[in-house]
């Protein structure tokens, strides 16, 4: 399951929009790669296309897409989205 904080909600729909997306059609997609304090970093894109192995979730309005290949982000019970302030980005916690 993820979860999107109200705070990355209003953040997603505004960045979506400065960037020509839809926030009610297009994905938020997030990518796992090496790197970051606990070996893994997150990457957040915009997307317009679902694609075949991808896993779709949708929370406070966001859709957000997985990829079902890789499946790091899906091996934990839960995953929050959130706009951390201090550093001006979207962020992913798991636990």
Known sequence: MIK???TAK???????K???????????????KSGGCSGLSYDLKFDRTLQGDDK?????????????KKPTLLDRHYARVF????????????S
């Not at 209003?10 to 979506?16: A, D, G, I």
């Not at 706009?83 to 798991?94: A, D, H, M, N, Y």
């Open 56 to 68: 779709l979730f949708e929370d406070n309005e966001v859709r957000i897409l997985v990829d079902k």
């Open 83 to 94: 706009w951390w302030t201090q550093w001006k980005r979207l962020c992913v916690q798991q």
């Open 10 to 16: 209003e953040k997603v729909e505004m960045l979506m």
């Open 18 to 32: 400065e960037e020509g997306f839809n926030p009610s059609q297009d994905y938020v997609r997030v990518g796992v």
């Open 4 to 6: 999107v904080a109200k």
